[in-house]
């Protein structure tokens, strides 16, 4: 049996400038956290010469062509397997639609298997960079590439997309200390509410094809953040980063109508009289997680708990994507 998983993921600034319709023409910038909540795929062989795959739903196929799954269909496709006889089951830490990249963890979890069931050599970008393929070529999500990268390379790292495609990587350097004290900030709490990312990043997807001002010039604005933070976190100054992460949530916020609501709006309102210093949604927005920057967790998470909301504790992961079991 091989067992492989992916990490989830967490948006530290930047974020939205990894669609090619922004960065195609204006180049984006973003740094991401890999965190210790994972995709896993287990993948063997049976008796049968069919195969069956276990997600949300279960299905039992002879060819791969003959999948409902999008993803599992063209991973399956993509790096095909003769005369199959298999069995391929997902779990998630976290379900999907709670705006931490499980989309991406899923593709790369399930590529890495694919991989090591035919043995290939492949490399983390080529990872990264099939899931993109699968997920933005082929199937016309209007994505970004923030979460297959993230989920194959892991740790805290910046993202820098060029016009061209080509993706630069690079960690940041947090000493020991300043890792700890942000781990120890940090807090994320589920807002109850679970969204489809692709509905709302195809408004921005459009308004960026169309060239709308105020859609690139909030973008603009935070690819600003996103270097800022970098350079924040590398700095050691959380303070400054968590009231950057409130500017950034401002910003987010005006992208659209559907990017939040009057009860997470209640929320971010109640964590900032706790002690916050800045915070936002995680991912597309609409839904998910609630991510908070504090000085005083014990009081924000209290008062949180006490509106109803549930925190679930994380540390950072650096191993990325991996075969656990082969």
Not at 64 to 81: D, G, Q, S, W
Not at 95 to 100: N, S, V
Not at 203 to 223: L, T, W, Y
């Amino acid at each position: 049996m091989i067992i492989t998983r992916s990490p989830l993921r967490i948006s530290l600034g930047g974020g939205g400038t990894d669609l090619p319709s922004y960065y195609r023409e204006h180049g984006g910038f973003l740094i991401a956290g890999a965190i210790d909540k994972f995709v896993y795929i287990t993948l063997h062989e049976t008796f049968m010469p069919e195969i069956l795959v276990r997600y949300s739903k279960t299905e039992t196929v002879s060819r791969a062509e003959e999948i409902k799954h999008p993803i599992l269909r063209e991973a399956l496709l993509l790096v095909p397997i003769e005369d199959p006889h298999l069995e391929i089951t997902s779990l998630s830490d976290i379900p999907a639609g709670t705006g931490l990249g499980s989309s991406g963890s899923f593709t790369t979890a399930l590529l890495c298997a694919l991989h090591a069931y035919r043995r290939n050599h492949v490399t983390q970008r080529e990872i990264a960079e099939q899931a993109c393929h699968i997920e933005m070529d082929l199937l016309g999500e209007p994505i970004g590439k923030q979460d297959q990268y993230i989920a194959t390379f892991g740790g805290i790292t910046a993202f820098t997309f060029q016009p061209g495609g080509h993706v630069d990587v690079e960690p940041l350097r947090l000493p020991p200390a300043t890792l700890h004290r942000l781990e120890d900030g940090l807090a994320m709490f589920f807002t109850g509410y679970t969204r489809n990312a692709s509905e709302i990043l195809k408004d921005q997807d459009v308004r960026s094809k169309q060239k709308d001002k105020d859609m690139i010039e909030n973008m603009h604005f935070v690819k600003k953040l996103g270097y800022e933070s970098k350079a924040a976190l590398e700095a050691g100054d959380l303070r400054a980063f968590g009231e950057l992460m409130h500017g950034h949530w401002e910003r987010k916020r005006a992208r659209s109508s559907g990017m939040s609501n009057r009860e997470i709006d209640g929320y971010y309102e109640l964590a900032r009289a706790n002690g916050v210093i800045g915070g936002k949604l995680i991912g597309a927005g609409g839904g998910g997680f609630l991510l908070f920057y504090t000085e005083n967790k014990a009081r924000l998470s209290a008062a949180m708990a006490a509106a109803g909301l549930r925190e679930v504790r994380f540390r950072f992961d650096f191993g990325g994507n991996r075969v656990m079991q082969y």
